[in-house]
């Protein structure tokens, strides 16, 4: 089943306390795809995220350029930016191997997952909706999985 969580912020400090409260949740396995134009705050979030899994927000940084960085603790995370990235060169990325239990995998612009093919229905997607002609104001909405209690 999924579940559906809308929160509006006003501010980068309110997209990061949504990523730190998403975080806490986390205990590795998670796949976290990030949705939003350029500006959204999907680095943000994502600083907030790795807060929430007691790592250092301060170090996560876009890996635009980096294409994944690693931030190791009890459970690790793996940031990607797929930004510069054609559907096609998502092959060789090697993005589906580091994967695993201890670890959280944030993607930002997950789009191109999408555009390759890619099935992304176990992920939680965060979708970023703002205006940049307005305000700080950001729309964010978290879509879970979210397991069946028998």
């Not at 979030?45 to 350029?65: D, H, M």
């Not at 294409?67 to 092959?91: Q, T, W």
């Not at 994967?99 to 229905?121: I, N, P, S, T």
Request: proline share 5%.
């Amino acid at each position: 089943m999924r579940s559906a969580c809308e929160f509006v912020t006003h501010n980068p400090a309110e997209t990061h306390e949504v990523g730190r409260t998403l975080g806490k949740g986390l205990h590795g396995g998670e796949i976290v795809l990030l949705f939003g134009p350029l500006g959204a705050g999907k680095t943000v979030f994502v600083q907030g995220l790795a807060e929430g899994l007691g790592l250092r927000p301060e170090e996560v940084r876009s890996p635009a350029y980096t294409l994944i960085n690693e931030h190791p603790g009890k459970v690790s995370l793996f940031h990607a930016d797929l930004y510069r990235l054609s559907p096609e060169s998502l092959v060789d990325l090697g993005l589906e191997e580091i994967y695993g239990d201890d670890q959280v995998v944030a993607v930002e612009w997950a789009e191109r997952l999408e555009e390759a093919g890619w099935d992304l229905v176990d992920a939680v997607t965060v979708e970023i909706d703002c205006h940049p002609t307005e305000d700080e104001t950001r729309m964010i909405m978290l879509n879970a999985l979210v397991p069946q209690v028998s």
